[in-house]
């Protein structure tokens, strides 16, 4: 197994259980964040995947459904009038304001940023407010993530720098890179666990102190060629399964693997051999033991289904166009292709199923969305799923599932 430190290791109490190696080299780091103290328990305080909220209490209602403001299927604008028209149309090289993601633990608070700032809802998506503004301009994949610690933990990727945060993104410490990371996910059982490919380069990397070191994984198997890797935990069931079994997808000469040991060993599924993700886009969705990923090239575009986590796959849809992000509720699936421009108009189709995901059909959309998502948050009110979109240079929008 080949692993290339690019960070220098202080602690690495979480080395037990994970993949057994020493980092080379050292690459000095500046005012790193530590992981926090942790609970008598020896983990940091998370709530297990699937669990509803952290903090004690109900749900809040979402106010737009409350009121019946939203119609639900319809894709609504809801970017604030604040944010900086330089993320946005018409400025030349606007590329939207970054990535969205929601808070595992507290279905109602969501983050987008950081390219015009962090900014965070606390009511689904509707209003936004900017929490920080002093995050720098990242590489345009899937630059931060959200762990449902208490108080919420994010991390935010720039160019050759990672930041993050332990009160919610009040404050962020920052660590030097040797590397850009483009597409941050953290373990959903392991909030000190995150794995990341690299910004129009090869490799997929990964830390077990929470951000502070990160180490190339690319074992036997791995395949050369690729550049900017999308790599996803898959959920097994349990936390020594899942921080072990990742699906990881590129662009540009290499096809989608997988791994069930941490990177050690990676072989090509059947069925999506060749597969790749868009310029700049991907996202897969996971219900029990099926996942979806959209994707170009290998068998061909399209939409592509497996029932066994990963190991074998079945295109379900081919598309009038490339599928790029994919995601879903417990009964229906729903796709977007997208690419990273600016000013695009890529003629953008938004597709549904029901599950099996094998029946599907496409929805019209608003006419100022002429270029697709760079990533979409699934969250829940307690009757409604919601989502919310960062259709690139189109700004931020939310959509009720009907």
Known sequence: MSRRSILPVATLWMAACSSSATPLGVVGAS?????????ESGRPDVAAPGSPNLDAGPL?????????????????????????????????NAFGPGSVVADPSRPSDLYVG??????????????????????????????????GTSPATI??????VLFKSTDGGSTFKQTNLSVSLYSLKVDPYDPTH???????????????DGGSTWNAVGGAGFPSGGISWYPYFIDTGDAAGTRKTWFAIAQDGASAIMTTDGG???????????????HGNSQIFQNGTTLYVGGVYGPGQGVYRSPDRGVTW??????????????????N????????????????????????GTAWSSTAVPPELTIGPNSVAVTFDGAHHVFVAVMWDQGIWRYVEP
């Open 114 to 147: 950081p390219n015009a700032g962090l900014w965070k809802s606390t009511d689904y998506g509707n209003t936004w407010q900017l929490v920080n503004s002093t995050l720098q301009d990242a590489p345009r994949g899937v630059i931060i993530a959200v762990a």
């Open 264 to 278: 050690a060993h990676w072989t090509t599924p059947t069925g999506i051999s060749g597969l790749q993700h868009p």
């Open 155 to 160: 991390w935010s990727a720039g160019y050759n």
């Open 31 to 39: 005012g790193s964040a530590d992981a926090g103290p942790l609970p």
């Open 314 to 331: 079945s295109r379900v849809d081919t598309g009038k166009y490339p599928e790029a992000v994919v995601w879903g509720t417990p009964t």
């Open 194 to 208: 995150l794995i990341s490919g690299l910004h129009e380069a090869d490799g997929v990397y990964e830390s077990i």
């Open 60 to 92: 809040p209602p979402d106010p737009c459904v409350d009121s019946g403001t939203c119609p639900a299927g319809s894709w609504i604008n809801v970017t604030p009038r604040a944010m900086p028209a330089s993320a946005l149309r018409p400025t030349m």
């Open 333 to 356: 699936i729903y796709s977007m292709y997208a690419w990273a421009c600016s000013g695009c108009n890529l003629g953008t189709d938004f597709e549904t199923a029901p599950e099996p």
